[in-house]
């Protein structure tokens, strides 16, 4: 994933392993939307007309988050509690019979295709501060 170039306010450091490596993304709307072109689009995944969720980085992409309700995890944001939101727990792990995020690249920790410690503190940074846009 192409993390970008700023801090991580999450406080963990930059440079993990996986998808997200090198530097770790700002907890922001910003540091999320830039893991989406990489992480979250291809083959069977949220680009796709027929998927349930859209993550297309356009002027819709703050309501589909905010807005979004999943059928297996509930809300994808829980504003302020990460530990509900559905996308941190889809890229931590399963999530009733919906598997690990990004779909077939993260199986397990350390998979190549997972979304680094570090990207994900940072979301849950973010969600924490009430996921401002």
């Known amino acids: 994933m192409a993390g970008g170039a700023g801090t991580n306010t999450g406080g963990a450091a930059?440079?993990?392993?996986?998808?997200g490596g090198g530097n770790a993304?700002?907890?922001s709307f910003n540091g999320f939307?830039?893991?989406?072109?990489?992480?979250c689009f291809g083959s069977l995944c949220h680009d796709l007309p027929e998927h349930?969720?859209?993550?297309?980085?356009?002027?819709?992409l703050y309501t589909t988050l905010t807005t979004h309700v999943?059928?297996?995890?509930?809300?994808?944001?829980?504003?302020?509690?990460?530990?509900?939101?559905a996308l941190v727990k889809l890229l931590k792990g399963p999530c009733g019979k919906t598997d690990r995020m990004p779909y077939g690249k993260c199986i397990s920790d350390g998979d190549e295709g997972c979304v680094s410690p570090e990207n994900i503190a940072a979301i849950e940074q973010w969600i924490t501060q009430g996921a401002p846009q």
């Open 70 to 85: 999943t059928k297996e995890c509930g809300p994808l944001i829980t504003k302020g509690s990460p530990q509900q939101s």
């Open 25 to 27: 993304i700002d907890a």
């Open 52 to 60: 349930p969720l859209q993550l297309k980085v356009d002027d819709q």
């Open 14 to 19: 930059g440079g993990g392993s996986g998808a």
């Open 33 to 39: 939307k830039s893991l989406i072109p990489t992480s």
